[in-house]
């Protein structure tokens, strides 16, 4: 089944330049314009010429798996194949919708062979259960595009448009010393939690009255944490340090060595605007509370 879906999106790749425009209307929803369809017709052809060689790849890949029979043969061949896409198959492409795909299409076999050799028939439940969470792991690995830690690139194809003429706004909370001088709160210092910025603009517009009770959690969170900290561990650093994986939101990675609690006046909510040529201009304050 494998082999021949492979064949057949050799066959459909040969069409794909024709598809392209049909493509662009079903996704961005409107016709493409004549001043893009040049690179549209570039962006195919760089598809057609890659999609051909995973395709072929693939065709070889599904041809030795067949003629595998042992245990040891398949170990074997899985650290092969790692070894070919960490490697050589990252230099092939250039394209990461492509290389994703394809890695998770050549880890269908494997998923197989491990099913097989488990076989979810030991005699103990322990063995059982043991079997069946490597077996999610592998597919969790494998059905997003073979994510292996920690070679997890990110995601791909996130852009945002600067307009430089206008200022740059950046929120979020600050501790302010009893000399006047401040640091940045950094997301990593309440991880688990996630989504830190959504969660304080929530509470901005939909309870403002209970902000300080907000500031009062942000604020026993780092006197609780501090004793990391101050050694210039993050909390999700705290058994590897840092080999630790990141944390799932960007973090700023701050020294508050001389930010001590007792040193601290205040915590506050608050946007500061700076020019592109990183020239304070003012500070809107949302919310302050005194660190008692």
């Avoid at 662009?24 to 890659?50: C, T």
């Avoid at 070889?60 to 198959?89: A, D, E, G």
């Avoid at 989504?195 to 403002?208: A, C, G, L, P, S």
């Avoid at 907000?214 to 604020?219: G, N, R």
Wanted: proline share 4%; hydrophobic share 45%; glycine share 4%.
């Amino acid at each position: 089944i494998l082999l021949s879906l492979t064949l057949l999106l050799m066959v459909l790749s040969l069409y794909i330049i024709d598809f392209m425009p049909s493509i662009y209307h079903f996704y961005m929803g409107e016709v493409i314009s004549a001043s893009k369809i040049d690179k549209l017709h570039n962006y195919a052809i760089e598809l057609f010429n890659q999609i051909n060689v995973y395709m072929i790849l693939s065709v070889f890949t599904f041809i030795s798996f067949y003629f595998l029979k042992t245990v040891r043969q398949y170990l074997i061949v899985m650290v092969l194949f790692l070894l070919i896409h960490f490697v050589l198959i990252s230099d092939i492409c250039t394209l990461p919708i492509i290389k994703r795909l394809y890695k998770m299409v050549l880890m269908f076999p494997l998923l197989w062979i491990f099913f097989d050799y488990f076989k979810f028939k030991k005699e103990f439940y322990t063995t059982k259960i043991t079997n069946g969470f490597l077996y999610i792991t592998l597919l969790f690995l494998t059905l997003p595009g073979l994510y292996f830690p920690p070679f997890f690139s990110g995601i791909q194809g996130w852009t945002i448009e600067i307009d430089k003429q206008k200022n740059i706004e950046i929120n979020g909370l600050f501790l302010v010393r009893d000399d006047g001088k401040e640091v940045r709160y950094s997301r990593a210092i309440v991880s688990p939690i996630n989504f830190v910025t959504r969660i304080d603009t929530f509470m901005q517009y939909k309870h403002h009255s209970k902000l300080n009770e907000l500031l009062q959690f942000y604020q026993d969170v780092y006197i609780e944490r501090y004793p990391l900290l101050k050694q210039g561990i993050m909390p999700h650093q705290k058994l590897l340090g840092r080999w630790a994986y990141p944390i799932h939101n960007p973090y700023g990675d701050f020294n508050y060595t001389d930010f001590p609690p007792n040193r601290i006046k205040y915590i506050k909510l608050s946007t500061k605007y700076y020019r592109w040529d990183k020239r304070f201009i003012n500070e809107k304050i949302i919310a302050t509370k005194e660190w008692r």
